[in-house]
């Protein structure tokens, strides 16, 4: 139903949008005012998470709430989908909102 429809689901459409932010981030296309959310991997050995662009996961303290912030979240999310896909290819945020688009449709085959 969804993939004839071309509809996204609510758990991959908050996912993709969690990609676009961070995405942005990476970019130094967000405000001011969210810049300060998250933190590059500033990592100063050479780690896989940090030669392909990964962001740095802060350290939570509590289990219940800490997994559902923002800061957290968002990290996670872009760091497994960089090691699923290279994102040089994408050269500007339409491309990366087309491919996920098509992408999270077509793994509704599977």
Known sequence: MFHENK???????IKNEFIKLAYQFKNNALPNDLNCIFLGN???YNTRNMSHGGL???IIKTKSYGVRILRY???????????????????????????????TIESYYA
């Open 7 to 13: 509809l996204l689901k609510l758990n991959d459409i």
């Open 42 to 44: 500033d990592n100063i």
């Open 56 to 58: 740095k996961v802060p």
């Open 73 to 103: 979240t968002v990290p996670n999310v872009w760091n497994d989908f960089i090691k699923k896909f290279n994102i040089k290819t994408f050269n500007n945020f339409n491309q990366l909102k087309s491919f996920l688009k098509i992408n």
